[in-house]
């Protein structure tokens, strides 16, 4: 029985990136939009974009190029706007 492994194409994986810049716009331009009235989706966007960077490589941090073991720390941010929303 052969393993069939997932490979994206080279057009594929830069169509993915495309789209994943791009919600990321939309959705920074919603948090800034909606900032006055929600603080707390801005805070806690902010947290998230600023400590996802060194996760995913944007921004290297010692020899690793991507270090998922630090993802729990942008999740603060997420915790952040949803506690901000729904008062848990």
């Not at 009235?37 to 995913?56: D, E, K, N, Q, R």
């Amino acid at each position: 029985m052969a393993c069939r492994c997932l490979s994206l194409s080279s057009s594929n994986s830069s169509l993915a990136g495309l789209g994943a810049i791009l919600l990321t716009a939309i959705i920074s331009a919603a948090v800034i939009i909606r900032a006055k009235h929600m603080p707390y989706l801005f805070a806690g966007w902010s947290w998230y974009t600023i400590t996802i960077l060194p996760v995913i490589g944007i921004i290297q941090v010692g020899d690793v190029a991507m270090a998922d073991r630090y993802s729990y720390l942008p999740s603060v941010g997420i915790a952040v706007m949803l506690h901000g929303e729904y008062r848990l």
